[in-house]
Nanobody
């Protein structure tokens, strides 16, 4: 049974920072974070491969940084200069090559107040 254990999140004021962490029970080709706000579709925030290639949503470029520790099967998301529009449930994602298999964490709430 694969597990993705998330930590971090919470409430912060506009301009503040938060750090999300996710630990997987085994290694994956790609690990990352998605988010889903009420009434909106789930969207990619950032992802990183085992080789270190990264992909960011345009809306977070320059503000968020994703990193991973392949030895520990963990992925972190450092979020700076947070905006109210960043408010969402953030979900850890882990997938293999060609997106198979594909696993999700339970999600952690991030709330940015204005």
């Amino acid at each position: 049974q694969v597990q993705l254990v998330e930590s971090g999140g919470g409430m912060v004021q506009t301009g503040g920072s938060l750090r999300l962490s996710c630990a997987a029970s085994r290694s994956f080709f790609s690990m990352g974070w998605y988010r889903q706000a009420p009434g909106k579709q789930r969207e990619l925030v950032a992802a990183i491969t085992s080789g270190g290639s990264t992909n960011y949503a345009d809306s977070v470029k320059g503000r968020f940084t994703i990193s991973r520790d392949n030895a520990k099967n963990t992925v972190d998301l450092e979020m700076n200069s947070l905006k109210p529009e960043d408010t969402a449930v953030y979900l850890c994602n882990a997938k293999g090559v060609f997106n198979v298999p594909n696993y999700w964490g339970q999600g952690t709430q991030v709330t940015v107040s204005s």
